[in-house]
RNA sequence: GGGCGAAUAGCUCAGCUGGGAGAGCGUCGGCCUUACAAGCCGAAUGUCACAGGUUCGAUCCCUGUUUCGCCCACCA
């Protein structure tokens, strides 16, 4: 043994910055491409530009690392593609905020100094949050990081936009889109905030116009009935049966309007007829889409009655809805008003009511490519985890609407689309024109608006690797092997990704699509600013460490489940580091001066001592649930196998264990202990390094020979001639003696350092040569001053007692043994004994059970059936003896 | 309204194709035993939400109920 340089307690700050700086000086998360290796691929979802860490980036990247670095120590070519997605309005935003406070605003730069405006945001600011998955140890091949708005990702843009336009997919229509009147801006549905309000529902009275009765209908926004062009009941409403196909009019604008029968209108709401107003209402607008109604707008962009409202023109929309209200009352078409709260769409900006409006915008058809994408989950070409995702992805793909892909904004890419201003020709080439190629006109205008963000993303797995050009990385790494992200943008983000795939390239863009959940706090709520409920990973980081905050997402990531997050799970964990870090150094105190093959004598496992067979099966075991975890992705599992089997078996059992013959003056034992626990360690390393690389690269790189990274080193194959049932058994009986010795000293309040001598009778001879076998080490572990092992004899008096499966253990204490309270636990233990004895007995005795079950199942209810009586008996027998000390 | 999921120890959660209920944290008792007090040893704790059904056998499969959560659509 030497003294060993490690220090006590892991520290994490301090060792991750030196393998960050080694790691990337040595370029060790390139990826590899070497001929006739299996490759794996991940593409990063593509974090905004503008984005800060938080947990939901901390547990997918830690999800993807731990698969890439598993897939690089296997040897596979593995690359894990990271870069940046550009978040069209987000960072626009963003520079917009920063003018506002200089007194500026877009429009003062124009378009193309606040675009190099922003580019300069981007150059200075947008590398934050790059740097912050690099410090989780995020394993990506750095220098190929792209983003949404490079150069070659443009270009894949444009590619796909001209040859989609081109197959008709691409069309410009009208749509209805939120406006917010006062941001003057469209926005997302995501934008649109929804609020409980206190509002008013209006039962307006619309007259038959044959004059043979009337139809009333309710609404909370009278004001726009000024642009209805028809009434919707339900098809089945036997109230309103015939008066479908007749028409109605329309008060005060005294127009006529027809009355249709459409399924959306909802049967038992209001007065069931529904007044449609299909340019300022979302569902009217289907509604009119489906009926072939005509469209008219009676509101401008700012929210005040244009030219179509007649009397009403230039009223605020508020300020409408009171006048018409009025009106409506003066002539007799008002029947009632009623309070009415319900959620009405802000915007969440300014959290003015939005204005639902049509315009033009560009659209993707998605029928076809939706088939397609549909179809690769069906028939398993794409496989969803968890799989109860299908039925979802399904119901998206059958109901897709077309896609507007078109904003209203500046940053982004730009729509390549031209209009001839002269002859009406619409121009979409690779090329930029100069002048019309039908009339030769130059005066061609350019498209303002810019392409959804999605659209760009949904080509990421592919153009990040350089298509259109046929490149080396396409050929290697397309389709990649998994993407990694989040439910919440699997139909925004995933199905398009598919549909793209499969459309330009042929092929789905990944195997495999694993789906974890939302982090949530500790009460499963949300983790959002507004709450201020968020932990900060960069915090959790700097006060647990990256490993125990790597380790606990990971030990808390169970498919289909929510992840809550509580910090007292890191700081347990952190602990576990620690552990880690003691374990080792211990062993590098007595490892540090040794030579590596030392390790050599795990390759004859046969040969070795009980313990040492036993450590290595469980070692191998381990392995292999590792190993099927990361295949499947069941990352809780691996961290659960790994957490188990390094605290409880490794460091409880073996280390205790081998500590005398680490001490032992017989060389030959010396070196078998140190290369046994030289090779159990080094497994333990290969294992976990995917989710804790940091303390395991440390660790690794301070023990014996000449080492190059753990990072690329390779992961343990199987190993079956490791498993030993045998050691298993043999194991489990000592530990059992050891645990009843320990529990007589404990419940007998005496002190550790006390040495005991202790009896203990075993019936069995198996059990009993383990026992014999293992004598001196049960000693030590126990404390024992002399431990005799018989098969039957006196049962010494006054002695506390343990009885385990098949052996009892006597501990004689003069007039110590407190026999009230051994009384009451044996007691209770007879108690139980005898409940799960009527369980077996009543199975056994059951003939169905007999003849139904399978064969082993009734010889293992046999062998629990003979292992209870037995122990009843010596339970028995205990209790006997104990009456008799009273 | 439609869909999905969850209900297991005080708390946070495992328990993967039905066959003896587990972990971490917390609690209680005892220990500075020369890797680790961020530790060691020992102990207590559960009608596996409820009611039925299938089965020789159900925490696990099916049906219903209750509670909670999420997603989608939002009702004029």
Redesign the pocket.
């Known amino acids: 043994m030497t003294e060993t340089l490690l220090p006590?307690?892991?520290e994490f700050a301090a060792t991750e910055e030196k393998w960050l700086g080694r790691w990337r000086a040595e370029h060790s998360f390139a990826a590899n491409m070497t001929e006739g290796r299996p490759a794996f691929s991940i593409v990063i979802p593509p974090p905004n530009v503008t984005g800060v860490l938080h947990m939901g980036h901390a547990l997918n990247n830690t999800l993807q690392d731990i698969l890439t670095r598993y897939h690089r120590m296997k040897g596979d070519n593995t690359l894990w593609l990271p870069g940046t997605d550009h978040a069209g309005i987000a960072t626009q935003n963003v520079v917009e905020r920063q003018l506002r406070t200089e007194g500026k605003n877009k429009n003062d730069l124009g378009r193309d100094a606040f675009i190099e405006r922003i580019w300069q945001w981007r150059r200075e600011k947008g590398g934050a949050i790059v740097e912050q998955l690099k410090k989780l140890g995020a394993s990506c091949d750095w220098q190929r990081e792209r983003f949404t708005m490079d150069e070659g990702l443009s270009k894949a843009v444009r590619q796909v936009f001209v040859q989609l336009y081109k197959e008709g997919l691409i069309y410009k229509g009208d749509y209805i889109v939120n406006r917010c009147p006062s941001c003057q801006t469209a926005l997302s549905?995501d934008e649109v905030e929804?609020e409980e309000r206190d509002g008013k529902?209006y039962y307006i009275r619309y007259p038959l116009a044959d004059g043979s009765g009337e139809l009333v209908?309710?609404?909370?926004?009278p004001e726009t009935m000024l642009g209805d062009t028809a009434v919707a009941v339900h098809p089945d409403d036997e109230r309103y049966r015939a008066f479908v196909g007749k028409e109605v009019t329309l008060p005060i604008a005294g127009r006529a309007i027809k009355v249709i029968a459409d399924t959306?209108?909802?049967l038992g709401?209001?007065?069931?007829?529904?007044?449609v107003t299909p340019s300022h209402?979302?569902?009217d607008y289907e509604m009119g889409k489906r009926h072939n109604l005509s469209f008219m707008k009676v509101m401008d962009d700012r929210g005040f009655m244009n030219e179509n409202a007649g009397e009403y023109q230039g009223l605020d929309r508020f300020a409408c809805r009171e006048k018409i209200v009025a009106d409506l009352r003066a002539d007799g078409f008002l029947v009632k008003i009623e309070d009415?709260k319900?959620?009405v769409g802000a915007c969440y900006r300014c959290h003015t009511v939005i204005e639902p409006a049509t315009s033009r915008q560009w659209f993707v058809a998605m029928r076809v490519l939706a088939d397609e994408a549909k179809a690769a989950v069906e028939d398993g070409r794409v496989r969803l985890h968890p799989k109860?995702w299908r039925?979802?992805f399904f119901?998206w793909m059958n109901n897709i609407r077309d896609w507007c892909i078109s904003r209203q904004i500046w940053w982004g890419h730009r729509i390549p689309s031209w209009d001839c201003q002269d002859c009406g020709e619409r121009i979409v080439e690779m090329a930029d024109p100069s002048r019309c190629p039908h009339c030769g006109s130059a005066q061609i205008v350019q498209e303002e608006d810019v392409l959804d963000t999605w659209f760009s993303s949904a080509l990421w797995p592919f153009s990040t690797m350089g298509w259109p050009e046929k490149t080396k990385e396409l050929t290697m790494f397309y389709p990649t092997s998994v993407l990694v992200t989040s439910f919440?943008i699997l139909f925004f983000w995933v199905a398009r990704m598919m549909m793209m795939g499969l459309h330009f390239m042929g092929e789905p863009p990944f195997t495999d699509v694993y789906l974890h959940a939302l982090v949530?706090d500790?009460?499963?709520?949300?983790m959002s600013k507004s709450l201020g409920n968020g932990i900060d990973p960069l915090d959790v980081m700097a006060s647990y460490g990256a490993d125990a905050m790597r380790f606990t997402l990971t030990a808390?990531a169970?498919?289909?489940?929510?992840?809550?997050l509580?910090l007292?799970?890191i700081?347990?964990?952190?602990?576990f580091?620690?552990?880690i870090w003691?374990?080792a150094?211990?062993a590098h105190?007595h490892l540090a001066d040794c030579d590596e093959h030392i390790r050599e004598v795990a390759d004859n496992p046969g040969q070795l001592p009980m313990a040492y067979r036993w450590i290595l099966s469980r070692a191998e075991a381990t392995a292999e649930v590792v190993r099927g975890a990361y295949d499947n992705f069941?990352f809780?599992?691996a961290a659960?196998a790994g957490?188990?089997f390094i605290?409880?078996e490794f460091?409880?059992w073996y280390?205790?264990w081998i500590?005398a013959d680490l001490f032992s003056a017989d060389d030959e034992v010396k070196a078998t202990a140190k290369g046994v626990l030289l090779t159990v360690l080094e497994t333990i390393l290969h294992l976990t390094h995917p989710i804790i690389p940091f303390v395991t690269e440390e660790i690794w790189s301070v023990l014996p020979g000449k080492r190059s990274l753990l990072m690329t080193a390779p992961f343990p194959e199987p190993r079956p001639s490791w498993r030993d049932a045998q050691a298993e058994e043999e194991m489990a009986v000592v530990i059992e003696a050891?645990?009843g010795l320990?529990?007589i000293?404990?419940?007998n309040?005496i002190?550790?350092?006390a040495k005991l001598t202790a009896l203990v009778l075993c019936p069995g001879e198996a059990k009993r040569a383990v026992l014999t076998a293992n004598g001196k080490r049960i000693a030590d572990l126990a404390r024992l001053e002399s431990l005799s092992i018989a098969a039957s004899g006196d049962k010494p008096e006054k002695s506390a007692s343990f009885v385990g499966l098949g052996l009892e253990i006597f501990v004689p204490l003069q007039g110590l043994v407190d026999v009230a309270a051994e009384l009451v636990k044996n007691e209770?233990e007879l108690v139980r004994v005898e409940e799960?004895l009527a369980q077996v007995r009543k199975?056994l005795g059951?003939d169905?059970?007999l003849a139904?079950?399978?064969a082993e199942?009734v010889a293992?209810e046999r062998d629990?059936l003979a292992?209870?009586e037995a122990r009843l008996a010596l339970l028995i027998s205990a209790g006997d003896r104990l009456q008799k000390m009273r």
Not at 217 to 221: F, N
Not at 558 to 564: F, S
């Open positions: 006590k307690t892991y549905d929804f529902l209908v309710a609404t909370t926004r959306a209108v909802e709401f209001g007065t069931g007829a529904l007044k209402d979302r569902n009415y319900h959620a109860s039925a979802n119901g919440d949530r500790k009460d499963g709520r949300k808390l169970a498919q289909g489940r929510e992840i809550r509580d007292e799970r700081e347990g964990y952190k602990h580091i620690n552990k003691n374990a150094r211990f105190m069941l809780n599992e659960q957490y188990q605290w409880t460091c409880d280390l205790e500590k050891i645990s320990r529990a000293r404990s419940e309040d002190h550790p350092s209770k799960k199975k059951n169905n059970f139904k079950a399978q199942v293992k629990k292992e209870l």
